[in-house]
Nanobody, 127 residues
Framework: QVQLVESGGGSVRPGSSLTLSCVASGHTTTTLNLAWFRQAPGKQREFVAAITYSAHSERYAQSVRGRFTISRDDSRSTTYLKMTSLKPEDTATYYC????????????????????WGQGTRVTVSP
């Protein structure tokens, strides 16, 4: 079982940047697809970004494309989410997720695709 621990959240003003980190343990990340999801109060958890373990290809939700960047450092068992030009609508708890399964093209954004989850880190964007 993979354990995931997120960090880096905080309260920032619109237009600011934050970088979230997620450290994995219990399993090598070299064979894990890694992702970030977020959940705002009263809303469903939604896909933000993902990165594959093979080609390190990236996928993004339309709402964050061009502003957020996902990356990984398998030597540190860590995935990162660099967030720039933050908006109030980015306010949410951000969760790291992982799976070692092969993911079919249309299933990346599905919560059920991902086996392991962290506890989340809170990001608040307000004036």
């Amino acid at each position: 079982q993979v354990q995931l621990v997120e960090s880096g959240g905080g309260s920032v003003r619109p237009g600011s940047s934050l970088t979230l980190s997620c450290v994995a343990s219990g399993h090598t990340t070299t064979t894990l697809n890694l992702a970030w999801f977020r959940q705002a109060p009263g809303k469903q958890r939604e896909f933000v970004a993902a990165i594959t373990y093979s080609a390190h290809s990236e996928r993004y939700a339309q709402s964050v494309r061009g502003r957020f960047t996902i990356s990984r450092d398998d030597s540190r068992s860590t995935t990162y989410l660099k967030m720039t030009s933050l908006k109030p609508e980015d306010t949410a708890t951000y969760y790291c997720a992982a799976t070692g399964d092969v993911i079919l093209g249309g299933l990346w954004p599905d919560v059920q695709t991902w086996d392991s989850w962290g506890q989340g880190t809170r990001v608040t964007v307000s004036p």
